[in-house]
């Protein structure tokens, strides 16, 4: 069965509309209000997907710019997770429907909201895209020639566009002498709760009246900003996009992007770019769902916390080879979960697995999206060495815990060599990729894995656990001894089989067989998987604890 990436029918589309206007060149551009946390979710569709279509149009011979505008004129909400940000939250109450980007820090340690939440996410975007020019809504209003263009023909097309946003504004139409423009108070500094009451378009500025304040004052039209339905089209005027994909709030029938796209066509004559809608991503927590990321309300975590403990190659395969249409969810507990979906695609893209028959049916899109999640061009030939991340775990808490990273490095080679994990000389990538992945798996054990994979192999059997051992226990360890000595080649998958060979005559006898295994080898009656940390503790190791723990 053949099926069409939805990149590539994307990426069609936009090619095939820049084609027939002649034109050699396209921008894609996403927009993110700094509110708050900047989590993951927000890299789906603004960044990423529009990376990977991107890298499609300039492969088709397109210049291509991607844009990411931040929206941070937008009035500061004040939302309790917001307000909790401060030190007191009552000190935060004074900054509410102040735009953005005059907030200060709530933190003290950079010179506004918005650099504060923007770090951890603008910080790290080269890990996810490449050559992504961030511009924001300020900058736009004060410095941008098109946009005083737009704002020029707003205001002289007041009547039309009256007419069309009322459309869409049910009971509450606006007056026909309304002036669609949000000025900052100078007195209360808020924005959005001051009425225009004259415009002077020849000297660019408006007077008003804040009904917050009471205070009446005059200001450049540089000083605050377009109604969003209207600012959305300015944006698209303003730097001439192609493409952008929004999120499922604005994709409603007869709703935000409905509207703005008449508005750009009716009103201002614009042809509205092409774009697709995406699904929020969901965030779990514990093993519950506890809904969708979100920003101002400080759900979800940040591009920084993924890059500490995972690839981006991973979250970048997950994004691409879902529809954008599709709900995800994370979680930090189960980043090995990601990993293992990703190595997965690395093997059958490289042809070092075959597919199951169900993997067989949509092959083309698992490799494509492994092809497409790469920021690292060209790819290699052949497949470097993979480190699987549980096997990582395993190593960096069967290894002595105050290596350096050079130490470890050494230690796990060698490790790896004598357990035939690893049968050939490493390239440098591979030697990259397993320090990487090493140094992700050491940070996932100490902040976020569950206590099931925190363990500590005992150096030596405390005699309290040796006599703790029923006849039961002590017969299924012989039997275990047994198989695991006939092993020639020790690895995971020979320890899982041997494992399987110790007869377990019901579910009591079975308990007793794992509980007295995991006692031996880490003091305690459970744990994760065992043949991963088996395999990298050695057959020697093993064999000789076991001996001990029968003697």
């Known amino acids: 069965m053949s099926y069409t990436h939805w ?31 900047q989590h993951i979710g927000r890299l789906r569709g603004e960044i990423i997907l529009n990376s990977v279509i991107a890298e499609k149009l300039r492969d088709a011979g397109l210049g291509v710019r991607q844009v ?23 000190v935060g109450r004074k900054y509410i429907e102040w735009p953005l980007e005059r907030v200060p820090d709530p933190k003290g340690c950079h010179k506004s909201w918005v650099e504060h939440y923007w770090r951890d996410f603008g910080d790290y975007l080269d890990y996810f895209a490449k050559n992504v020019e961030v511009i924001t809504t300020g900058e736009m209003y004060r410095e941008h020639p098109r946009m005083r263009e737009f704002i020029v023909m707003t205001m002289r097309n007041r009547e039309r566009l009256i007419e069309v946003i009322n459309k869409y504004r049910g009971r509450n139409p606006y007056s026909r002498d309304w002036i669609p423009f949000e000025p900052i108070c100078e007195n209360c500094g808020r924005i959005g709760t001051a009425e225009v009451t004259k415009l002077d378009l020849d000297n660019y500025e408006v007077e008003y009246k804040c009904t917050y304040c009471g205070h009446l004052g005059r200001t450049k039209l540089t000083e605050g900003k377009l109604p969003w339905r209207i600012e959305w089209v300015g944006i698209w005027y303003t730097l001439q996009v192609d493409f952008e994909p929004y999120g499922k709030d604005h994709a409603m029938p007869g709703g935000s992007r409905d509207s703005a796209v008449e508005i750009a066509k009716v009103v201002y004559g614009v042809d509205p770019p092409l774009g697709t809608w995406y699904e929020w991503v969901g965030y779990v927590v514990n093993g519950k769902d506890v809904g969708d990321m979100g920003s101002s309300d400080f759900i979800g975590f940040t591009p920084r916390e993924w890059v500490e403990i995972a690839e981006p190659e991973v979250l970048r395969y997950i994004y691409i080879f879902h529809e954008p249409t599709k709900r995800l969810t994370f979680s930090l507990d189960a980043v090995y979960q990601y990993t293992d979906i990703y190595d997965r695609a690395e093997r059958l893209y490289y042809g070092v697995d075959e597919p199951s028959p169900k993997e067989r049916d949509y092959l083309e899109i698992i490799t494509r999206s492994y092809e497409y999640a790469q920021l690292r061009k060209p790819l290699p030939k052949e497949m470097p060495f993979q480190l699987p991340y549980l096997h990582a775990v395993a190593l960096i808490q069967t290894l002595p815990q105050l290596l350096t990273n050079d130490e470890l490095m050494e230690r796990v080679i060698k490790r790896l060599r004598e357990t035939k994990i690893l049968s050939k000389d490493l390239d440098d990538l591979s030697r990259e ?25 005992l150096e030596e059997l405390p005699a309290s656990v040796k006599e703790s051992l029923s006849n039961i226990q002590r017969e299924k360890l012989r039997l275990l001894r047994q198989e695991l000595e006939k092993i020639d080649v020790w690895s995971e998958e020979n320890i899982k089989e041997a494992m399987k060979r110790v007869p377990r005559e019901d579910k009591s006898a079975e308990r007793a067989f794992f509980e007295a295994t995991y006692l031996v080898f880490f003091g305690r009656s459970s744990g994760p998987r065992i043949a991963p940390y088996l395999a990298m503790l050695g057959k020697d190791f093993v064999l000789s604890r076991l001996s001990e723990a029968l003697g």
């Open 7 to 37: 990149v590539d029918r994307i990426a069609n589309q936009v090619l095939e509309r820049c084609r027939n206007e002649g034109r050699d060149d396209c921008i894609l551009n996403g927009g993110l209000s700094v509110s708050g946390l």
């Open 68 to 90: 990411l505008t931040l929206y941070t004129v937008d009035p500061w909400k004040g939302k309790d997770k917001q307000l909790e940000q401060f030190l007191n939250p009552e």
């Open 433 to 457: 990729r397993i320090r990487n992945r090493l140094i992700k798996a050491r940070n996932w054990v100490s902040k976020y894995a569950p206590e099931t994979y925190r363990i500590k192999v």
